[in-house]
């Protein structure tokens, strides 16, 4: 069998005491193992600990001030075989944060005002290699924007003449720029139209398929995930509550939360 994409081993994550807040457990005992080539998504109610274990497995935890950085306090959590409970420094984690692909909850909103969308999306690849070539870099990127359905001109456009939909698919775009190994997407459609946020996702499927490639998408939405994903985790207070295909979870709901979802679920399929 090969190595797992990510593996956790009941772990527990917790965001540090501070002034007069006391330290809270936002995710515990999480066991997990994500094969190379699944798309996994991670679904749970506002508050679960989604974000959170996203942020941490995508080794982005320490990317904020310190009193809002998460820390994996019990059990393990590796990724891409890096132990991210010993912690990741200097050229490992460059190889690490080169291989995870990671769009956080707000990426719409941190694209560069006055950069184009082509040079936003373009950027990473000119971060990495100064001298990749401008013709297969604006190739990606139009085909990139084509598969997420995003029109002609795009590219051109400075991210305020954009929906803040579009700019979402932007930020997706960017994400997968440097074809991440494993792609972590926190809400990837939070604020796309309602119409266009299934085939969104289908897309960042097949696009990390196709290289044999893995996802881990978070989203509140289980709807949006249906067509796309292999396997779920349920999160709720932190706690795993489900975990497997969508069917096999809906089916047998042996938590309270999962049995809402699969009421709610039954109601739209
Ligand atoms: N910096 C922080 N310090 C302390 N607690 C935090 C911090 N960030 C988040 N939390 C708490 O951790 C818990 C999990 O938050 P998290 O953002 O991971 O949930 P979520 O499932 O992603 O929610 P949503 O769907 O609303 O984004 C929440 O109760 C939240 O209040």
Partial sequence: MSDPVLLASDVTIEYPAHSVSPAYTAVRGVSLRIEP???????GSSGSGKSTFARVAAAQASSGPRESTARIVGGGLSVLGYD?????????????????????????????????IAESVAEPLFSRDKRFSEKDASLRVATLLD????????????????SSGQRQRVAIARALILDPVFLVADEPTAGVDVSVRGPVIDVIAKLQRERGATALIVSHDLDVLRRSVDRI?????????????IDEVLGDPRHPYVAGLAKAYGKRA
């Fill in 37 to 43: 080539g699944e798309i996994v998504g991670l679904v």
């Fill in 84 to 116: 991210l409970r010993k912690g990741v420094r200097g050229r490992k984690l460059n190889r690490l944060t080169f291989g995870v692909g990671y769009l956080p909850q707000d990426s719409s909103s941190a694209l560069t005002s006055n950069m184009t």
């Fill in 147 to 162: 598969a997420l359905l995003l029109a002609n001109g795009t590219a051109m456009k400075l991210p305020h003449e954009l």
């Fill in 233 to 245: 985790v349920v999160l709720h207070e932190g706690v795993v509550v489900g975990l497997g295909t």
